[in-house]
């Protein structure tokens, strides 16, 4: 087998195992493509297992940053011409696919250390690949430095422990987490791999059998252990201890300006669904990111702003909103109470995503260089935040008796954000999200909907996600003595 042939087979080993933290019944590919993966690290040169673990990297990202082409066309960022925003899109798609990739070829080197076959792997192998997913993180945050960007680990995709999400191995998640969870990924890998290797010391056969037997166990255990969390999608009236919770959905497409028309016409629209949910008798009702009904109340008529806020004051209803505050342009989360006339209370966003949320200064310095001024001032302008520097475990809200741990939509990626939230004395985890910048695609969707599983499993807590440009869920442990009403 010539470099070239397994170069490309472990781009597409990559891709599968991408893949498969983010479909569901594709879980098994997991570790069998880590198998392969060492497989083809031993039965290559030294310096080709580089080039394999860095090939194997850059599939892997490629099919986790995939969900980035659904952000075209790019006419909300005021380019028209299709060939140009493919061209941006495909550009930044590959770049992060390789550079995130590197960390791969370090681990294709520190395997080499090893025998072929040698059952220390089973000690190192998960280790030095957990830190490498931290080191891809860490990386990310070098790569996206900006204005919005904050020196963290907060970047989570790509772990490969998400694949488990929906298998009954989610139940070991409560005592590491996502961490665990891609550790006994690379540990079944390993496992798989290694006897291969013993047993085709005596011959293919049993090696074969040896592998086979244990991948059937693998997935008779993960298949066979029912998982602990359960989703439900427009769940309408989410009861947690007492307390009705309301989650919206709004459907408004990302845009880097708007009309005062066009503010008004969202702003009259998150006006009537929120009059709709006061009939379903909530506590608490969360709107999306995104949506920024206090920001644009102003507009409305004045008949329709004191009908909304008269009948939050009656019901004695907290309204949770997102904002972009003037000062120091953060974007903030707003819990408001109708019945007290004093500032709501506010949390400042902290983890913010490149490009949907800042513009990475070296991406900003290509742009200007190839013309593209007016989107650039715009994105400045328009979309441009500041991350806070307030600790997760500040994030939390009290109400009814209920506490909550409130993240905004792209803190979800924080492996410890809902932990830090759940040890502070949250009850329910709280997501404010927006993918509208992307379309509404199902590939982010779906990656996220595992993490949100992990954190649910992490922390024993209900996760609860009201979501512009998608639908509104909730995921919850099928222990958790949880309630709905009106479930669409």
Not at 264 to 279: G, Y
Not at 334 to 345: C, L, N, S
């Amino acid at each position: 087998m010539d470099a070239f042939v397994r170069i490309s087979i472990a781009i597409c080993c990559g891709a599968l195992l991408g893949t498969s933290t983010f479909i569901a019944f594709l879980w098994p590919l997991a570790p069998m493509t880590i198998a392969f993966f060492l497989y083809l690290i031993f039965s290559s040169s030294r310096t080709h297992s580089l080039l394999i673990g860095s090939s194997f990297g850059a599939g892997l990202m490629g099919a986790v940053l995939i969900w980035a082409f659904d952000a075209l066309p790019l006419s909300w960022l005021g380019i028209s011409n299709p060939l140009v925003s493919f061209s941006l899109i495909f550009s930044i798609w590959i770049f992060y696919s390789l550079i995130l990739a590197v960390p791969f070829a370090i681990f294709s080197r520190l395997m080499r250390m090893h025998h072929e076959g040698s059952w220390w792997l089973l000690c190192t192998a998960p280790v030095v690949w957990v830190l490498n997913e931290f080191l891809r993180a860490f990386l990310h945050v070098l790569t996206t430095w900006g204005a919005g960007s904050a020196l963290s680990f907060d970047s989570t995709f790509g772990f490969v422990g998400y694949s488990l999400s929906s298998s009954g191995y989610l139940r070991v998640a409560p005592l590491g987490g996502i961490i665990l969870l891609s550790v006994l990924v690379i540990e079944m890998g390993v496992i798989l791999y290694v006897l291969y290797r013993q047993g085709k010391r005596s011959s293919s056969i049993r090696a074969c059998a040896y592998s086979l037997t244990f991948f059937g166990i693998i997935c008779g255990v993960g298949y066979g252990i029912p998982s602990p969390v359960a989703t439900v999608f427009t769940p309408g009236v989410v009861i947690v201890e007492g307390v009705r919770i309301v989650p919206l959905s709004t459907n408004f497409e990302a845009s880097l300006s708007r009309t005062t028309e066009q503010y008004r016409e969202n702003e009259s629209q998150v006006a009537s669904i929120i009059l709709h949910a006061i009939s379903q008798d909530p506590d608490v009702i969360v709107l999306p990111e995104y949506s920024r009904y206090l920001k644009g109340e102003s507009l409305l008529s004045e008949d329709l702003q004191k009908s909304v806020r008269s009948k939050l004051a009656e019901n004695n209803i907290l309204l949770i909103d997102s904002e972009r505050t003037t000062d120091g342009n953060f974007g903030a989360i707003i819990f408001f109470d109708a019945k007290t006339p004093e500032m709501p209370v506010m949390h400042m966003k902290r983890f913010l995503p490149p490009f949907g949320e800042y513009l990475p200064h070296p991406f900003l310095m290509i742009f200007r260089a190839f013309g593209f001024d007016r989107q650039v001032d715009a994105i400045l302008k328009n979309r441009t935040y500041y991350p806070s520097r307030d600790p997760y475990f500040t994030r939390t809200f009290t109400w009814h008796n209920i506490t909550f741990g409130v993240l905004a939509c792209s803190e979800i990626f924080s492996p410890f954000g809902y932990r830090a939230v759940s040890n502070a004395g949250a009850d329910a985890l709280i997501n404010i999200a927006s993918h509208s910048w992307l379309r509404g695609g199902e590939i982010l969707f779906k990656e996220t909907l595992a993490m949100a599983r992990v954190h649910v499993a992490y922390t024993g807590k209900p996760y609860i996600q009201a979501t512009n440009y998608g639908p509104a869920l909730v995921v919850y442990p099928v222990e958790y003595p949880l309630s709905f009403e009106n479930v669409k």
